[in-house]
């Protein structure tokens, strides 16, 4: 056995020592779940709500063996596999492994299910077969629908015989009709976005750089306002003179591409750190999930009632 | 912190002997060639150690560190905060558990403020997962802190429409193409907050929290620019962030950027509602701040590190 194996395998076993000692020794214990039974429709069947430990807590301090809070299975092993598999996701950074490779095949499996279901019950139902035989849907699955909306429209008919023409793509001939469909999807789709980004982007933006290189308000000169903008206005010029190829990058026109390219530079960063923003919380909410949720090793929003070593903030 | 170094002494143990590898390689190997052939596992390790330890520091002692708004987050908490109560406004939450870390402080901020205003709050998601992120944030504000508001007359979860941009474009105009029932299946027409209801010009300001595509730039693009009376306040992913700026201010009055943004506001939301002791849900975003902290202070370090040891090897083969 290679060292490196040898190594891992005896931290994964401290680490199920340490997790059973924590979950089935120690008085506060780890990972478990609560649940509110709350009686719904004069009690023909009941909706569990979450709960927390101290509702729990509270619950049987007050009456013991009461049956309104209680220890939720389900919920429990939701929490146990949420945890598996984020320290499963996690391993990939030791390296490629088989636990990773379950995770992320279990994530597609689900995600891809998911969209199925999604697809059929918020598209497919409301928008397509609610619209063309809305009586139908009402009686099987939107009691909700009525009124004008309620009403036929025999123009989704159109849709529905795309769609069958876009199916058509699986049938062994006539392959060339699902093309028709896909050129409607995508002329839509390029005239939708292009007018978008034309007066979203291009149009108003030109407008948003149109600014006073000298900002009076009420009569006085706002001299951080002014180089807000005449920074705004120089950078947006710079970076239009990098992106101008018709002249050589020599003289003034390389100079000013120059400074257009530091600018850039600049935005590059100033986006990197954001990102690295980004990532660092959403590293530390699933370290939080692990040590708060799962672990019960801190107690930032009193679920648990945990003692606070010492209130208040730093600032 | 002494006193978090003697109770927590397991944590200080571990990370000291997760770290004595590496400190040994330092001294066989020698500082700069341990540094030029670093494993990358030893940079995750000390990420990880980054993160965990504030987090943890954070949560036993239920210190945050101090937060000053910035004018950005100011403008989007104004937005909010000069609405008349019964004020319509709509919640387009764009965002999926992936992106929750950033942007669930926001979500959450954003309601306890309407909430707090007494707005009228419609709830709707572009995105397949966001239903859950929506449910998840009416039951922490609404259900817990504020029972007095009732659904379908305060608040309405309209739900996921799939379409993208498309439902944008629809709704802006038309809304009840796309919504005949609410997310429970109830029909528009039989929810009183909904009625007069056509479009969502009609919304005092649309609150979008987004984590890509389709969110707050599709929102810029075809509710606010072709109808510049709606007004749009976003709470955006760093990755989105920077492509978001340029839309402000006149096409963007407000814009959170990542956690950053999200502490930020918490903090204008709890100094104006929340008082001295506010619940500790209402300070996630200011409790992740730390880590950031920490962890950006690595990166600083590793990049100065990486540099100086490149400059270091330039020069010896110059020689």
């Known amino acids: 056995m290679r060292r490196e194996n040898a190594v891992w395998i005896a ?11 924590r979950s089935a020794f120690t008085t506060e214990g780890m990972g478990r779940e609560y649940v509110r039974a709350v009686p719904v429709a004069n009690g023909q069947w009941t909706q569990y709500d979450p709960a927390t430990y101290s509702d729990y807590q509270r619950a049987e301090a007050a009456a013991p063996g009461q049956a309104e809070y209680q220890f939720s299975l389900p919920r429990t092993l939701g929490l146990w596999l949420a945890a598996f598999f984020t320290l499963a996701i996690f391993s990939f ?4 492994n088989p636990i990773y490779k379950v995770a992320e095949a279990v994530l597609v499996g689900v995600s891809a299910a998911y969209w199925m279901v999604i697809g059929f019950w918020d598209v497919l139902v409301p928008n397509l077969v609610g619209k063309i035989w809305p009586a139908v849907v009402q009686a099987w699955a939107m009691p909700g629908l009525s009124g004008p909306e ?17 199916l058509w793509r699986l049938a062994p001939k006539g392959g060339w009709i699902a093309r028709w469909p896909l050129a409607f999807i995508i002329g839509t789709t390029a005239g939708l976005r292009l007018i978008g980004f034309l007066h979203g982007d291009f149009l108003v933006q030109i407008r948003n750089t149109i600014l006073p290189l000298a900002v009076i308000e009420g009569g006085v000169f706002d001299p951080w306002a002014s180089v807000q903008n005449v920074l705004i206005v120089v950078s947006v010029l710079c970076c239009l003179v990098y992106f101008f190829f018709s002249f050589e990058h020599k003289g003034v026109v390389g100079a000013t591409a ?11 960063g100033a986006a990197f750190g954001y990102t690295v923003m980004g990532r660092i919380a959403l590293l530390a909410i699933r370290l939080e999930f692990l040590l708060d949720d799962w672990l019960w090793l801190i107690d930032p929003t009193g679920r648990r009632m945990a003692a606070l070593l010492t209130g208040g903030g730093l600032g | 912190m002494i006193e978090f170094i003697v109770t927590q002494w397991w944590l200080v143990a571990i990370v000291i002997a997760s770290l004595i590898p590496l400190a040994m390689r330092f001294v066989s190997g020698g500082l700069l060639e341990t540094l030029r052939t670093l494993d990358r596992r030893w940079i995750f390790l000390l990420l990880l150690w980054s993160v965990l330890i504030p987090i943890y520091f954070i949560g036993v002692t239920g210190r945050t560190f101090p937060e000053v708004p910035s004018v950005l987050a100011r403008a989007t908490f104004d ?3 000069r609405l008349s109560p019964g004020d319509s406004v709509l919640m387009a939450f764009d965002y999926d558990p992936a992106s929750e870390g950033e942007l669930g402080p926001m979500a959450t901020a954003f ?3 309407a909430a707090e205003k007494k707005l009228k709050m419609y709830f709707m998601t572009l995105w397949p997962i966001g239903p859950q992120m929506i449910d998840s944030t009416i039951a922490k504000v609404i259900t817990a802190d504020f029972p007095e508001l009732a659904y379908g007359r305060d608040y309405v979860n309209l739900g996921y429409k799939s379409g993208y941009e498309a439902v944008i474009k ?3 105009t038309n809304l009840r193409e796309l919504y005949t029932t609410d997310s429970r299946g109830t029909g528009v027409q039989e929810i009183p907050m909904m009625e007069g209801i056509t479009n969502i010009q009609q919304m005092k300001l649309i609150v979008n929290v987004s984590a890509g595509y389709p969110g707050t730039k599709e929102w810029v693009q075809y509710a606010v620019t072709p109808f510049p009376q709606v007004r749009l306040v976003a709470g955006a992913t760093g990755v989105q962030a920077p492509l978001l700026y340029p839309y402000v201010p006149r096409q963007l009055p407000g814009l959170l950027g990542a956690i950053k943004g999200a502490a930020e506001y918490e903090k204008l939301v709890v100094d104006a509602y929340l ?13 992740r701040m730390g880590p950031q902290l920490v962890a950006h202070l690595l990166i600083i370090a590793l990049i100065v590190v990486a540099n100086v040891v490149f400059v270091i090897d330039s020069r010896g083969k110059k020689r």
């Open chain 2, 79 to 81: 937005e909010i905060d």
């Open chain 1, 150 to 166: 309620a009403e036929p429209s025999p123009s989704y008919i159109v849709a529905l015989v795309l769609s069958v023409m876009l």
């Open chain 2, 111 to 113: 309601v306890r403020h």
């Open chain 1, 93 to 96: 950074l030791f390296g490629d």
């Open chain 2, 275 to 287: 008082g001295a002791n506010p619940h500790p849900k209402y300070l996630e975003a200011l409790r």
């Open chain 1, 11 to 21: 931290l994964l076993l401290v680490g199920a020592a340490a997790l059973l000692w």
């Open chain 2, 170 to 172: 629809v709704i802006v």
């Open chain 1, 258 to 268: 120059k400074v257009g390219i530091w600018i850039l530079m600049i935005t590059f």
